[in-house]
Nanobody
Framework: VQLQASGGGLVQAGGSLRLSCAASGRTFSNYIMGWFRQAPGKEREIVAAISRSGGNTYYADSVKGRFTISRDNAKNTVFLQMNSLRPEDTAVYYC?????????????????WGQGTKVTVSS
């Protein structure tokens, strides 16, 4: 499956951004989808993930209550709504697809990756 992330940009602290990830090539609903981020000098970490149907979600503690992951299987797209952004949210954000049946939180367990979209939050 091919993934194309978009929606990043520069925003002030407290602002919002909505990331999108469009998938093509295979049946989108057969994949768990995740959003990861990687800040300079840091390891890639999971931000959020969503089950195939959208019925189950996972959030990193650092984003709970501020970020919302969702998906539209009819449009082959997964979203990440980011509110109350903080400077520490600055990173390149990646979407990823996992063909397994349960949500995983480690980057190495995801099969396909988008190219990344940069989010910069100024203080």
């Amino acid at each position: 499956v091919q993934l194309q992330a978009s929606g990043g940009g520069l925003v002030q602290a407290g602002g919002s951004l909505r990331l999108s990830c469009a998938a093509s090539g295979r049946t989108f609903s057969n994949y768990i989808m995740g959003w990861f981020r990687q800040a300079p000098g840091k390891e890639r970490e999971i931000v959020a993930a969503i089950s195939r149907s959208g019925g189950n979600t996972y959030y990193a503690d650092s984003v709970k209550g501020r970020f919302t992951i969702s998906r539209d299987n009819a449009k082959n797209t997964v979203f990440l709504q980011m509110n109350s952004l903080r400077p520490e949210d600055t990173a390149v954000y990646y979407c990823a697809a996992d063909g397994r049946f349960t949500i995983r939180t480690h980057a190495g367990e995801y099969d396909y990756w988008g190219q990344g979209t940069k989010v910069t939050v100024s203080s």
